[in-house]
Structures are given as structure tokens and as C-alpha cells.
């Protein structure tokens, strides 16, 4: 195998795998490196990526609210790994729009394949094999490709569609000028608004701890915000709602 080609293959999928077999926790998704940050290549079938809006050539332009754009491989690959079944918030921008998802990491493992024959293993549940970093079905190999099976352990994916829908709609921006921002709780508690740009940095940050049921008035200086596109995020609960906001 040639590993000069191996590393670039291998290392476009979160796993960046140094062996033949590891294993981590993980969203499912193929991507590359570009100046604003990671452009999706693939989504994994199956994957908590698959059950949101991410498609390929979304870019990816922050992780939990900080900016990965201009970062090194190994820096992105630890923002989007992480401890399994714990939530993890992208900022993305598909198609001009900059959006939010929440996903739940889960147990991913890559697995080098002499053979999309040997793919199937009996302790793991095959979402994907992959050749030179592309999914492809059980007889499109080809004689030299260099395959990856991508599994999920447990059999079992989190259901992330569901899990949204019971948090969803516990805080939501209501309004949003340069002076105030208004969040609207449906019950009492600690919340934190967040104003990060296209590229996911964040220019202004307030964390509220007596927040209460109802419309929640913060007061904030946007002067000397440019005038753009902007993503206004609240996170209540360990949940996050986000929202383009066009300044101008």
C-alpha cells in the first residue's frame, strides 16, 4: 500500500488512523482541509452526520463555538473527535448559509480491508466501506483501491433526530438588534448568548445565570460590528439553537 497515498486517504476521515484498526469517538464524516476550514467529502450512511442537513461540500468553520479555520490536521481531528455520546455543536456554511447542528459523538472504528468480501464483522455494525476515502457499494472496488470499513459499535446509533426533538424549543432568540438581544426560555435557568461570525469566531459572549420563564432582555454593544451575516446561538440546558442574523 502506498503509504504516502494511505496517509492522505486516511487522514481526510476523522479516524486519521496510524494503524490498521482504530477506533474513537466520532460524527462520521470524510473531509479536507480548506483555508475556512473542513470541507465535507463524504458523509457516512448510518452516521450522526447522516441524520442532519450536513451534505458534501459543506464547509465546516467551528466546533463547540471556536474557529478551526487556518488550523493544522492534528488540531481539527482532536476539535472533532471526543468522548463518545457526548453532543458536539458545528457551525457549518452550506450553500452561502452559515447553520448550527448539534450531534451526538458515537464509537467509530476504521478498519483497513484487503477485500470488500471481509468487510462484515460480527461484533460491529458496517455503516460504510471506503475507497481512497469515498463510500462505495459491495462490488464497485477496484483491483488496487485501498479500502477502509467504516463500523459502529453496539449495532446502535443514537437517535440525534429525536434527541432534538425533545430539547428543542427550551430557549430561542426572539429578537436581535445592535443594542438588545431577547431570549425566550420555556422554563428558568442559567443560559449564554453567543455572537460568532462566518468563519465561527466568536466576537461577543454573555453567560446569564438567573434567567427566567419567558422573554429575557441582555443589553450589548453590536456598534462596531460590520455589517454581514452573523450566527446567534443560545445555549440553555446543554442544548444550542442557533440563528442567521443579518446585520446591516
Known amino acids: 500500500m502506498n503509504t504516502l497515498v494511505k496517509i492522505a486517504t486516511v487522514s481526510s476521515f476523522l479516524a486519521a ?8 469517538g466520532g460524527i462520521g464524516v470524510v473531509y479536507r482541509l480548506a483555508g475556512d476550514g473542513a470541507e465535507i467529502q463524504e458523509v457516512i450512511p448510518g ?18 463555538g471556536e474557529s ?4 493544522k490536521s492534528a488540531a481539527v481531528k ?26 451526538r459523538r ?15 464483522q460480527a ?18 472496488a ?8 467504516v463500523y459502529v459499535d453496539n449495532l446502535q446509533i443514537p437517535a440525534q433526530s429525536e434527541d432534538k426533538q425533545v ?12 443594542s438588545v438581544i431577547r431570549v425566550k426560555l420555556e422554563y428558568a435557568g442559567a443560559f449564554t448568548v453567543s455572537v460568532a461570525d462566518s468563519k465561527g469566531n466568536v466576537l461577543w459572549s454573555s453567560e446569564e445565570t438567573a434567567g427566567h420563564a419567558g422573554v429575557n432582555t441582555i443589553v450589548w454593544d453590536g456598534s462596531l460590528i460590520p455589517d454581514g451575516r452573523y450566527v446567534v446561538s443560545v445555549e440553555h440546558n446543554g442544548t444550542v439553537s442557533g440563528k442567521n442574523i443579518l446585520l446591516k
Not at 52 to 59: E, F, N, P, Y
Not at 83 to 97: A, F, H, Q, R
Not at 106 to 120: P, Q, R
Open 47 to 64: 452516521s450522526p452526520a447522516a441524520e442532519t442537513k450536513i451534505q458534501a461540500g459543506d464547509v465546516i468553520v467551528a466546533v463547540d
Open 123 to 140: 461484533d460491529k455494525k458496517l455503516l460504510a466501506v471506503l475507497e481512497n476515502g469515498k463510500v462505495i457499494g459491495d462490488s464497485d
Open 142 to 149: 477496484t483491483s488496487d483501491a485501498i479500502l477502509e470499513g
Open 78 to 103: 482532536a476539535a472533532l473527535r471526543g468522548i463518545e455520546n457526548k453532543p458536539v455543536v458545528l457551525t457549518y456554511v452550506s450553500e452561502g448559509d452559515t447553520l448550527m447542528e448539534t450531534l
Open 106 to 120: 458515537v464509537k467509530l472504528t476504521v478498519k483497513d480491508l484487503n477485500s470488500v468480501a471481509e468487510a462484515e
Open 68 to 71: 478551526i479555520a487556518g488550523k
Open 167 to 178: 430539547k428543542e424549543g427550551t430557549a430561542k432568540l426572539s429578537y436581535f438588534t445592535r
Open 17 to 24: 488512523a496510524a494503524f490498521a484498526e482504530e477506533s474513537f
